[in-house]
């Protein structure tokens, strides 16, 4: 574990990095390009199963365990009578007639043989020639690792941000006055769309359902989602698509992407959101208004724009978690969170296609500069927000906190959320301050942290510790999650 003051002086340096970073970087949305240089993406890992034996748990998310069934190579347990088994703890002297399995290469075999059965009377053998029924040694394990975990925090609310710029639209949006061409924009969006169905993309405004859940006077209940480039998707992305489906109740959620997701997190959400999930081809822009994009990020910012142009809906990066319904806001023309006292984030977006922000935005980026990381994408939107405040409607607390400064609150701190509408995790800074890129399941069962609870209340629909006795053994984790979907009760000893 790092040492306070590592830690202090880590995160001092993160901050500095952070201030750098808004200027040099659009501050929200996951980046989608694998190559990207300043974010160095983890790789996926598999986690079919991890747990351990009868030693302390180590501080990895990795290890698995294997069951090695010793009966037949155990010679010296030999079946005589049955005495003494009945209790959870025995000398394996007295194994007599019982299967009992040796503590390594366990979940080798679970994972080769999903059908591979250890039944809760059998029996494990640790280091010091004990013999630990299957069932306790689960719920001991599941113990261990709660108290590992679960550490006591106090609800913390972050402070508003106040303001701190008088100087307003004035100086970040090119001439605020400037009028917007409405057969521009429809032009521009058409030669772009006919780029893009000459590559093979799908054209979303003729979807029957899109069509469909378009017919309404309010921003049409569709989620997006996009993403240029192969996502293998990690839990992170899972929360955000189970979040959405479980809180929004979307009609639908078209994800736009170039290559289709993959990956067992991907297979349970496909399999949970069975007929409101379209995927849908789409390639990356590579221009707007003329000027040449080469960053998938401000692609993917360009891209967003456009979809919303065309049909409305709700944006959404893919780590960003809805946590109760939208509805309320969706009455509003265009709905963006506050991220800080310079921008507005665009990791979520909330629009009907006929809004006048959203044009004026899309406008402005006839000063695109693909040079000036993330200007266009959240600065721009603050300063029209500053310029036409009744054009828009922002949310201040709810949308976008904690911030990309206030990162540790999420990781480190445990938060009051429950009024929030979204939770933006910030997974490029995971590995920085959550120590690692991707938590497997039966920590977040028991995370003591904002992100634990908002982990749990989108995967489980709780966000209470769970009994992780389930998870120190699991098979196939894309079915462990389809079942679990829906099993909402906490843990036992839980509040
Ligand atoms: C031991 O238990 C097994 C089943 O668990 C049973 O078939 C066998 O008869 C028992 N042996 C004795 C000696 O009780
Ligand atoms: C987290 O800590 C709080 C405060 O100490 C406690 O009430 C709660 O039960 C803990 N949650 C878990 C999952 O252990
Ligand atoms: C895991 O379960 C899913 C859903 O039931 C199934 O489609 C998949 O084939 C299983 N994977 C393995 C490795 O058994
Ligand atoms: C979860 O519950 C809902 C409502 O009862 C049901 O429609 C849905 O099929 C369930 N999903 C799973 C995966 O069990």
Same mark, same amino acid.
């Given at each position: 574990m790092l040492s306070k003051r590592v830690s202090t002086i880590a995160f001092s340096l993160f901050l500095s990095a952070v201030f750098l970073y808004l200027w040099t970087n659009n501050g929200t949305g996951i980046p989608t390009n694998e190559n990207s240089n300043y974010y160095a993406r983890p790789k996926y890992k598999t986690m079919k199963s991890a747990s351990v034996g009868c030693d302390d748990i180590p501080d990895n998310s990795d290890v698995t365990i294997t069951v090695t069934d010793v009966t037949k190579a155990d010679s010296d347990v030999t079946k005589t009578d049955n005495k003494s088994t009945d209790s959870d703890v025995i000398n394996c002297d007295d194994a007599k007639g019982k299967r009992v399995f040796v503590e +390594?290469?366990?979940?080798e075999n679970l994972k080769r043989d999903c059908d591979y059965s250890v039944d809760d009377g059998d029996l494990v053998k640790c280091k010091d020639n004990s013999c630990v029924r299957f069932s306790k040694y689960k719920s001991q394990k599941a113990k261990e690792f709660t108290e590992k975990f679960a550490n006591p925090f106090k609800k913390t609310i972050p402070t508003p941000i106040l303001p701190k710029f008088t100087h307003g639209g004035s100086n970040v949006v090119k001439n605020p006055k400037e009028s917007i061409n409405e057969g521009q924009i429809e032009s521009e969006l058409a030669v772009e769309r006919k780029r893009r169905l000459t590559l093979? #993309? #799908? #054209?979303? +405004?003729?979807i029957p359902e899109v069509i469909e859940a378009t017919k309404t006077d309010r921003i049409p209940n569709i989620i997006h989602f996009v993403y240029f480039g192969h996502l293998r998707v990690r839990v992170i992305e899972y929360q955000a698509f189970v979040g959405a489906l479980r809180y929004q109740k979307p009609d639908l959620i078209l994800f736009h992407t170039d290559s289709e997701p993959s990956g067992e997190y991907w297979d349970a959400f496909k399999f949970l959101a069975g007929k409101k999930l379209k995927i849908v081809k789409r390639s990356p822009p590579k221009s707007i208004w003329g000027i040449n994009i080469n960053l998938v990020e401000h692609k993917a910012d360009v891209a967003r724009l456009q979809i919303l142009l065309e049909v409305g809906g709700i944006y959404l990066d893919t780590d960003s978690v809805i946590l109760t319904s939208l509805q309320p806001l969706m009455g509003n023309d265009l709905v963006l969170g506050e991220?800080?006292?310079m921008d507005l984030a665009n990791g979520v977006i909330l629009a009907k296609r006929d809004s006048w922000f959203l044009k004026r935005w899309f406008w402005e980026y006839k000063y695109f500069d693909d040079g000036q990381w993330g200007k266009s994408s959240v600065v721009v939107p603050w300063g029209l927000w500053k310029s036409f405040p009744d054009k828009i409607f922002v949310v201040k607390q709810k949308i976008c906190r904690p911030n990309w400064k206030e990162v540790k609150l999420l990781f480190h701190e445990l938060i009051e959320w429950k009024d929030h509408y979204v939770m933006h995790l910030y997974s490029r800074f995971m590995k920085d301050l959550d120590g690692k890129t991707e938590r497997p399941l039966k920590e977040l069962a028991v995370l003591n942290t904002t992100y634990g609870e908002v982990a749990r209340h989108a995967i489980w629909g709780n966000y209470r510790g769970r009994d992780v006795t389930n998870w120190i053994v699991t098979c196939n984790l894309t079915q462990q999650l389809i079942s679990e979907y829906n099993s909402t009760a906490p843990r036992s000893d839980e509040r």
């Open positions: +390594t290469k366990l979940l093979g #993309d #799908d #054209d979303i +405004t003729k991220e800080s006292e």
